[in-house]
């Protein structure tokens, strides 16, 4: 059995979970899970957790993602993607200097409040939002501030003209945020409808585009067996949280998961990593009723136990 971190490069054309389903029969194995899904037409980066990793996938969700993704401006679509029907066409001949597009992606930097779409898998009253808009329904939706950490224009045009006009944009931004509600609000600041016409995301959490394998690459990889050298440990999901290796004094509260006192580092972090022979053992975090105090939150198998 396979344990780690499986960088994938999910491709055009299929869900997150036809990923797991695939993999479940290349790599003969039952416990292994995605990170969050990505649209069937977008292509990008989604590390899949096997074995024991699954218990940190959550982590992994919640880490920034990086993308590439294609503004159109001059049309909405119902979607707010390529995918939706159009709902308003603008065919008049557009301008823009460079400058006016820079300035916009100035604004749209840093945090930011967006409207979920209502083709999205926000449940609202215990529903999701696309199921409202198969039924033609629009309900109210609630507003979430996501971050936008830098927001770069890759096209290098000094004037973009046209009755539709497109340019690629590079995102760094915080779990949920919607890229095609950002193209929209792109749009927005411009004067114009506007939709996202494709998306490729190149980073989720530490995991980037050059780790990657495809479908078809793990395939090959498992029948030469040479997997195992693409799999990641478990410590490099777990990288953006300072970590211990435990001692002496510590040993015994922490293999039995007590509550142990806080940690100076838990000040500043969410998270506190506890490593045995510098591989993750447990996962500590503030104790919410008992003040100074630290209490579990995952333990990990050592190679020992596994």
Same mark, same amino acid.
């Given at each position: 059995?396979?344990?780690? &971190?499986? /960088?994938?490069? #999910? !491709?055009?054309?299929?869900?997150?979970?036809?990923? &797991?389903? #695939?993999?479940?029969?290349?790599?003969?194995?039952?416990?292994? *899970?995605?990170?969050?899904?990505?649209? /069937?037409?977008?292509?990008?980066?989604?590390?899949?957790?096997?074995?024991?990793?699954?218990?940190?996938? $959550?982590?992994?969700?919640?880490?920034?993602?990086?993308?590439?993704?294609?503004?159109?401006?001059? +049309?909405?679509?119902?979607? %707010?993607?390529?995918?939706?029907?159009?709902?308003?066409?603008?065919?008049?001949?557009?301008?823009?200097?460079?400058?006016?597009?820079?300035?916009?992606? #100035?604004?749209?930097? *840093?945090?930011?409040?967006?409207?979920?779409?209502?083709?999205?898998?926000?449940?609202?009253?215990?529903?999701?939002?696309? !199921?409202?808009?198969? $039924?033609?329904?629009?309900?109210?939706?609630? +507003?979430?501030?996501?971050?936008?950490?830098?927001?770069?224009?890759?096209? =290098?045009?000094?004037?973009? @003209?046209? =009755?539709?006009?497109?340019?690629?944009? !590079?995102?760094?931004?915080?779990?949920?945020?919607? &890229?095609?509600?950002?193209?929209?609000?792109?749009?927005?600041?411009?004067?114009?409808?506007?939709?996202?016409?494709?998306?490729?995301?190149?980073?989720?959490?530490?995991?980037?585009? $050059?780790?990657?394998? @495809?479908?078809?690459?793990?395939?090959?990889?498992?029948?030469?067996?040479?997997?195992?050298?693409?799999?990641?440990?478990?410590?490099?999901?777990?990288?953006?949280? /300072?970590?211990?290796?435990?001692?002496?004094?510590?040993?015994?509260?922490?293999?039995?998961?007590?509550?142990?006192?806080?940690?100076?580092?838990?000040?500043?972090? %969410? #998270?506190? &990593?506890?490593?045995?022979?510098?591989?993750?053992?447990?996962?500590?975090?503030?104790?919410?009723?008992?003040?100074?105090?630290?209490?579990?939150?995952?333990?990990?198998?050592?190679?020992?136990? %596994?």
């Amino acid at each position: 059995m396979y344990e780690g &971190i499986l /960088p994938l490069w #999910k !491709e055009k054309g299929m869900t997150s979970h036809d990923c &797991i389903f #695939k993999l479940r029969k290349i790599l003969k194995m039952k416990r292994i *899970g995605h990170t969050g899904t990505l649209d /069937p037409n977008v292509e990008g980066v989604l590390p899949i957790c096997l074995g024991q990793a699954t218990k940190v996938s $959550e982590y992994i969700m919640n880490e920034g993602k990086s993308y590439v993704a294609t503004v159109s401006i001059g +049309s909405s679509t119902t979607t %707010e993607d390529a995918d939706g029907e159009v709902v308003n066409q603008d065919d008049t001949n557009k301008s823009f200097s460079r400058q006016q597009i820079l300035d916009v992606l #100035k604004q749209l930097t *840093g945090e930011i409040t967006q409207t979920p779409p209502m083709y999205s898998a926000v449940k609202v009253n215990g529903k999701k939002l696309y !199921e409202y808009a198969r $039924e033609g329904k629009e309900v109210e939706r609630p +507003s979430r501030i996501v971050t936008i950490y830098n927001l770069d224009l890759l096209d =290098e045009a000094t004037v973009f @003209t046209g =009755e539709n006009v497109t340019f690629s944009i !590079e995102i760094g931004c915080s779990k949920g945020t919607y &890229i095609r509600t950002l193209a929209v609000q792109i749009g927005e600041l411009l004067g114009f409808p506007a939709h996202m016409s494709s998306l490729v995301r190149t980073a989720s959490g530490n995991f980037t585009k $050059e780790q990657c394998l @495809t479908l078809a690459e793990v395939q090959n990889a498992v029948e030469n067996g040479l997997l195992k050298e693409t799999i990641l440990p478990l410590k490099h999901a777990l990288a953006s949280w /300072p970590s211990i290796e435990i001692v002496d004094e510590t040993r015994k509260s922490i293999t039995n998961g007590q509550v142990v006192e806080r940690d100076p580092l838990l000040e500043t972090n %969410e #998270k506190i &990593i506890y490593t045995l022979d510098s591989n993750p053992f447990a996962v500590y975090i503030n104790h919410p009723t008992k003040s100074g105090m630290m209490k579990l939150e995952k333990m990990f198998a050592t190679e020992k136990g %596994e």
